[in-house]
């Protein structure tokens, strides 16, 4: 799918389908070490979900991540959650 046209997800999504807290994205997201993300004039963080997954495979293949949910739930294909 092309980028430009892959749908966004905001923060609270993204944070669920990681299984992660809010916080704890928006802290990485601002400090630099979080998944690529857009951020709007109003503060409002967006994620695309090809990007969450390059991230976490990145964070997989350098073994960082503990805690992180890594791969993607056999049955969840419809949420998009990852395990």
């Known amino acids: 799918?092309?980028?430009?046209?892959e749908e966004l997800i905001k923060l609270r999504q993204a944070?669920?389908?990681?299984?992660?807290?809010?916080?704890?994205?928006?802290?990485?997201?601002?400090?630099?070490?979080?998944?690529?993300?857009?951020k709007t004039p109003s503060g409002t963080?967006?994620?695309r979900s090809s990007d969450i997954r390059s991230w976490l495979d990145m964070?997989?293949?350098?073994?960082?991540?503990?805690?992180i949910l890594l791969e993607k739930k056999e049955n969840s294909a419809d949420?998009?959650?990852?395990?």
């Open 1 to 5: 799918m092309d980028k430009e046209f």
């Open 15 to 38: 944070a669920q389908r990681m299984g992660i807290k809010t916080q704890t994205l928006r802290r990485w997201v601002q400090s630099g070490e979080g998944p690529p993300s857009i």
């Open 45 to 47: 963080y967006f994620f």
């Open 59 to 67: 964070l997989r293949n350098c073994g960082g991540g503990d805690g």
């Open 79 to 83: 949420t998009g959650a990852y395990n």
